[in-house]
């Protein structure tokens, strides 16, 4: 009897090792597959976060890069503009000073001509400075008339009006019993030319800057 007892307690205690060993087997698989689950989904949030990251880091790459070309261009702007006012500077400089030159004298013949030129009629009618006025205002008229028959053989009469110009330089041509006017005052040539001046500068700013990339 009591080899049966012990018999029968060994098949117990043997069944409960069996059992005992497929649950810690079941446990380590259940571990592993939980451990594998973490590293998986651990290596997941990682990759998640790295390519968060990466975009973060690329929009704000395109975010610097966009300002940097918009500082970039506005530095350039400031460049051009910069130049632009020097070159425009330089140039009102020039024609004050070519009002005070000796060649003044034959540009006034040279500007009353071009308009004329562009004019229909035969009477034509000169607006001057004061002090051009005290110089040539004797002399001019003729001397428009002769230049214009010398050019074009255009026969015109050409006299001084009563009128002074308040310009810098230069002077106002009235034709066709005042119905046309060509104003040839300094400002006024400069200011119809500049723009095609600014065009031409900018340009040039262009390819000097394109040759020092």
Same mark, same amino acid.
């Given at each position: 009897? *009591?080899? &049966?007892? #012990? @018999? ?12 005992a %060993? $497929?649950i ?24 998640r ?6 975009q973060r ?8 890069q966009g ?6 261009? *506005?530095? &350039?702007? #400031? @460049?051009r ?11 009102? %400089? $020039? ?9 003044y ?6 500007l ?6 562009d004019?229909a009629g ?6 001057l400075?004061?002090q051009d ?12 008339? *002769?230049?214009?028959? #010398? ?5 015109v ?7 002074n110009?308040e ?7 009235t034709?066709a019993?005042g ?12 200011h ?8 031409r500068?900018?340009s040039?700013l262009?390819a000097?800057?394109a040759?020092?990339?």
């Amino acid at each position: 009897m *009591a080899e &049966q007892e #012990q @018999a029968l307690s060994d098949e117990i205690l043997a069944d409960a090792r069996r059992r005992a %060993d $497929r649950i810690g087997q079941r446990a380590e698989r259940d571990a592993a597959k939980v451990k594998n689950d973490a590293e998986k989904q651990a290596a997941a949030e990682r990759d998640r976060i790295l390519a968060d990251a990466r975009q973060r880091a690329s929009h704000e790459a395109e975010v610097m890069q966009g300002r940097i070309q918009q500082e970039l261009g *506005a530095l &350039q702007q #400031q @460049a051009r503009d910069g130049m632009l006012r020097r070159v425009r500077s330089e140039a009102e %400089d $020039r024609l004050a000073h070519l009002a005070r030159t000796d060649e003044y004298h034959d540009c006034l013949k040279r500007l009353a001509l071009l308009a004329i030129l562009d004019m229909a009629g035969k009477d034509f009618e000169l607006t001057l400075r004061p002090q051009d006025r005290e110089r040539w205002g004797d002399e001019l008229p003729g001397e428009v008339e *002769a230049l214009v028959k #010398q050019q074009c053989g255009r026969e015109v009469r050409v006299r001084l009006g009563e009128e002074n110009s308040e310009a810098d330089g230069g002077l106002l041509v009235t034709g066709a019993g005042g119905h046309e006017l060509a104003d040839q005052t300094f400002a006024a040539r400069f200011h119809r030319l500049w723009d095609q001046m600014r065009g031409r500068i900018a340009s040039l700013l262009a390819a000097v800057r394109a040759t020092e990339q």
